[in-house]
């Protein structure tokens, strides 16, 4: 309920517990609470769909159609989405600028094409209708392998939008109409999603600003009582903060269990692995120093913000990480001031004496304060990573 779930949702839930968990026959080797943690999982993961529903491509090219209200996040989701496929797929998009009315809502697309290198179709304020058909025409006629439309939003739902909505799907026969949703709106959502559906053939939801666990809710509610299936999630505000909607991945954090699969996808997405193995055998070594924690630093921040990596870690709630909150400006100080060490300092950190670390703070806008801060930490590092590697330290878990 705190999670704002719709009510006839927890009631349906929790009588459905209710009912495989009395009765249930627990062998002698497993815990009682371990089970009725799984019966909770399952029906969480039930709730949510059960499984997970992958977005449909099959067009030449696929057409995705984004609809949404203003402020659902729709204009910088189609870049995420955008994104999200060609690194997924390695197949060429093109972002169509069909939201004629809100003001420097083209130029905010172009901007989002500019930052991604993705080709921005508009005719400025033209007609939508005739803006998507010359779009498909253009990417038919280029190569292009998906066309994202970005449709224009209200403040609500109105006759005329859903005319002009309606007047583009007949036009484009798009593969997906996909509804954009802020998370935040809690039961709203539901209506929401509903009046665009009488009207809409929608074929899924995306929803945005879900990057935490409380706000799950909103996702319980929207596949239960509407049936359509959500598939992606806005987990941050970086353009790579598109994810697949996965119902036991999310049924997961929900519970605080975690996610360590999407942990996984999103290292294998982002680090360099010839880098990690170098870095990994300099740890073993105990030649870890300056130079590659630096490197470090820089594969870390592709993943995202550090607090949304912690979320995802099993057991994160109970160590207290869900509400870790990281100053990107600490992360940006520690940097600057490695960054004006020189080659050599870098790799001999020890040679770093008063008048050294007073040029240091200088050069990088700190304090020699925050400069003997960090070599403190970088030297506690490595002594822990020397007993690490020499098996004389137990891992906390």
């Given amino acids: 309920m705190q999670a704002d779930v719709n009510y006839k949702v927890v009631k349906e839930f929790t ?78 998009p093109l972002l169509v600028a069909c939201d004629v009315y809100r003001p420097a809502a083209i130029d905010q697309l172009k901007q989002i094409g500019k930052q991604l290198n993705i080709e921005v179709y508009d005719e400025g304020q033209g007609n939508p209708v005739e803006i998507s058909k010359n779009a498909i025409s253009y990417a038919k006629e280029n190569h292009y392998d998906y066309v994202l439309i970005d449709t224009a939003g209200r403040l609500h739902i109105d006759e005329a939008l859903m005319d002009e909505l309606e007047d583009i799907r007949t036009e484009v026969n798009p593969d997906e109409i996909l509804l954009v949703i802020d998370s935040m709106m809690g039961q709203d959502a539901i209506n929401v999603i509903t009046g665009f559906h009488d009207k809409l053939p929608l074929t899924g939801v995306i929803l945005t600003k879900l990057d935490g666990d409380t706000r799950g809710g909103v996702a319980l ?55 990690a193995e170098k870095t990994a055998k300099r ?38 990480l869900n509400d870790v909150k990281i100053d990107p400006k600490q992360l940006a100080h520690i940097e600057a001031i490695v960054l004006s060490m020189t080659p050599k300092e870098r790799r001999h950190p020890e040679i770093i004496k008063a008048s050294r670390k007073s040029r240091i703070a200088k050069g990088s806008g700190t304090s020699v304060q925050e400069v003997n801060r960090l070599l403190q930490q970088f030297d506690q590092m490595k002594k822990m990573m020397k007993q690490f590697s020499n098996g004389n330290m137990k891992l906390p878990f």
Avoid: W, Y
């Avoid at 491509?57 to 696929?62: F, I, R, V």
């Fill in 15 to 92: 009588n459905s517990v209710k009912e495989k968990a009395l009765g249930e026959e627990v062998a002698s080797s497993i815990n009682p609470g371990d089970l009725f943690v799984k019966i909770v999982k399952d029906e969480l993961t039930e709730l949510l769909g059960g499984e997970q529903v992958d977005i449909c491509l099959k067009g030449n090219p696929a057409i995705l159609m984004l609809v949404g209200l203003q402020g659902s996040g729709k204009t910088t989701t189609i870049g995420k989405l955008a994104n999200f496929l060609r690194k997924k797929h390695a197949k060429k």
């Fill in 221 to 275: 509610s929207v596949r239960h009582l509407t049936n359509i299936p959500i598939k992606f999630i806005g987990v941050s505000e970086k353009l790579d903060g598109l994810d697949s909607f996965d119902p036991e991945r999310m049924a997961g954090r929900i519970l605080g269990m975690g996610d360590i699969v999407s942990l996984v996808e999103k290292a294998t997405e982002a680090i360099d692995e010839k880098e």
């Fill in 283 to 320: 740890m073993q070594q105990g030649k870890f120093d300056l130079e590659d924690f630096l490197s470090t630093m820089k594969q870390m921040k592709k993943l995202g913000p550090l607090e949304n990596l912690l979320k995802l870690i099993p057991g994160a709630k109970k160590m207290g």
